[in-house]
Nanobody, 118 residues
Framework: QVHVVQSGGGLVQPGGSLRLSCAAAGFTFSNHWMYWVRQAPGKGLEWVSAIPHDVSTTYYSDSVKGRFTISRNNAKNTVYLQMNSLTSEDTDVYYC???????????WGQGPQVTASS
């Protein structure tokens, strides 16, 4: 069964750090781009970061560039998002997902909450 299982998230003080993990199963992980997307309550989805299957480069939204780092370990079928210097603006539900054949994202994770608050 194709699925991903996310871990990490939680409550951190502003300026703190968290790392999210996303473990994949049921598909050839090393053939797919992986993405991180977030959503605030009552708002739409916001793309955060992406990493190609071959780790040739990484992509970030302007809102997280320089603070977040995406990485992946194809041997472990896992993608990560290291989040540093968190602010209240980063308080969202964070999802990982993979690319699909039609150019959309599928295989969404369960979306743990990330909260930066004092």
């Amino acid at each position: 069964q194709v699925h991903v299982v996310q871990s990490g998230g939680g409550l951190v003080q502003p300026g703190g750090s968290l790392r999210l993990s996303c473990a994949a199963a049921g598909f050839t992980f090393s053939n797919h781009w992986m993405y991180w997307v977030r959503q605030a309550p009552g708002k739409g989805l916001e793309w955060v970061s992406a990493i190609p299957h071959d780790v040739s480069t990484t992509y970030y939204s302007d809102s997280v560039k320089g603070r977040f780092t995406i990485s992946r370990n194809n041997a472990k079928n896992t993608v990560y998002l290291q989040m540093n210097s968190l602010t209240s603006e980063d308080t969202d539900v964070y999802y990982c997902a993979k690319d699909s054949d039609d150019g959309t994202l599928d295989c969404w994770g369960q979306g743990p909450q990330v909260t930066a608050s004092s």
